[in-house]
C-alpha cells in the first residue's frame, strides 16, 4: 500500500510562483513539473491556490518535557508545530533535569522521533544545571545519537565572559554554535517590563535596552577573538540591531533571530497588567519593533524564532510580578512572518519568508535534512499555506497545552493546509494526522 508514501500533489505555488505539479515517493520529491501525470494509482492533493514552501525550522522552542509535562510535552508541543508548518524544532535546555548529558539529549531525541510529527533537534546546555559555573559535557551530546550542535543556557545569560569564550572554542571542532540569551543578570534585577518611561508609570521594575546590548557587544567581540560561531536569542532592541550589523560588516561570524511578538507587539500592553504579555526579553517601543521589522528584511537579523513558551495557567493567571515570563508561538508564528514580510499591499515576500522561517534556521542549525527548498531530490518536508484564509486566534483552540498566547482574538493572515514530513503528512485539511 503506497497510500502514506506516494502523493501527486496538484497545482501548488513554490514560494508563490506559477503553479506546478509535485510528485512525491519514498520521502523525497521525486518530480517537480507542469500538469505530471503519473499511471499508478497514488493520492492526490488538489493544492490549487496554496503557497509551498520549504518546512518550518525552529531555532527556539519550549517543549518543557522532561520535568514541566504538565506545561507541554514532546508530543504536544510536535502537534503545535506541524500545524504551524514546522518539520523541524529546537528543543531548549532549560528542562528539568537540564538538558546538559548526552542521555539527557538522547531521551528527548528519541521521544521526538516516538512521536514522529517533526524533528525534536535537542539544544544542549552551555553550563551543567545552567548554573554557569563550569561546561556542560558539549562534546558528548554533540556525539550522541541527537548530534546536538546549538548549544543554549537560555532562560539564562551565560555571564562569565571566561566560561563564554571556552564554550564558543569548544564547539568549533564540530561547527557548534553558542546561542546567547543576552542579559546581563546585574543589570535586571528583579525587571518585569522594559525600562523606560513607562515602566516608571505603572511601578514596574525595569529591563534596560543596555542589559541586552552590551552581552552582544562582548559575546561578539569575545566570536571575533577567537574565531568561532556565536547566535543571538530574541534580539528585542534597537541598539542591538546596530551592535549586530557592525559586527556583521566587520566579519565577525554572527547571527541572530527575533521572535514573532518582538515583530508585532510593544511594550504598551503592559499597561493591562495582563501577565500574558509578561516576556523575556521584554516588549519593547515602537521604534525597536520598526528597528527589528528593518533588519529582518535587510538580513542583519537573520531569522524569526518562536521562543515557543508554555507555562500552566496558575503560572500565568496571577499577579504580574509573580508571573513566569513567555508566550506560546509555534501555531502563529507563520501569520507574523506574512504579517512583516509583505508590501503592505497584499504582495506577500515568499522567498524571504523561505529564507528566515526554514532556510537559514536549518544552516544555523546544521540541519542538512531541512531547509532545501522544494527540488527535486530534495527531501519532501515542506508545508503548503492558504494565503486567502485567515485565523482568528482562540486559546482554547491551540494544540499546544499553553493557553498563554498574546494573539487572542486577533484575524491572523494565512493558514496552513498541510504540512509533510520526509513525505508522510503530518497535517492534512488544517488537521494533525495522527
Ligand atoms: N522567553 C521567556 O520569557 N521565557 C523562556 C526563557 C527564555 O527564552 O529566556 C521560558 O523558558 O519560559
Ligand atoms: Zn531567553
Ligand atoms: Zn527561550
Redesign the pocket.
Known sequence: MTAQTEWLIKGLRPLGNDPVDLHVKDGVIAAIGQDLVLDNDIQTLDATGLVGLPGLVDL?T?LREPGREDAETIETGSRAAALGGYTAVHA?A?TDPVADTAGVVEQVWNIGRHVGLVDVIPVGAVTTGLKGERLAELGAMADSAARVRVFSD??ICVGDPGLMRRALEYVKAFDGVIAQ?AEDARLTGGAQMNEGVLSGKLGLAGWPSVAEESIIARDCLLAQHVGSRLHV??VSTAGSVELIRWAKSKGINVTAEVTPHHLLLTEDLAESYDPVYK??PPLRRGEDVDALREALRDGTIDIIAT?H?P?AVEDKECEWAYA????VGLEQALSIAIMTLSDGNGAVDWESIARVTSIDPARIGQLTEHGQGLMTGAPASFVLVDPAQSQTVDPARLASKGRNTPYAGLELPGKVVATFLRGTPTVLDGKVTK
Open positions: 527556539h519550549h531548549m532549560n537560555d532562560g540569551h536569542c530574541h516576556v523575556n521562543d513558551a507555562h513566569r515570563p513567555g508566550m
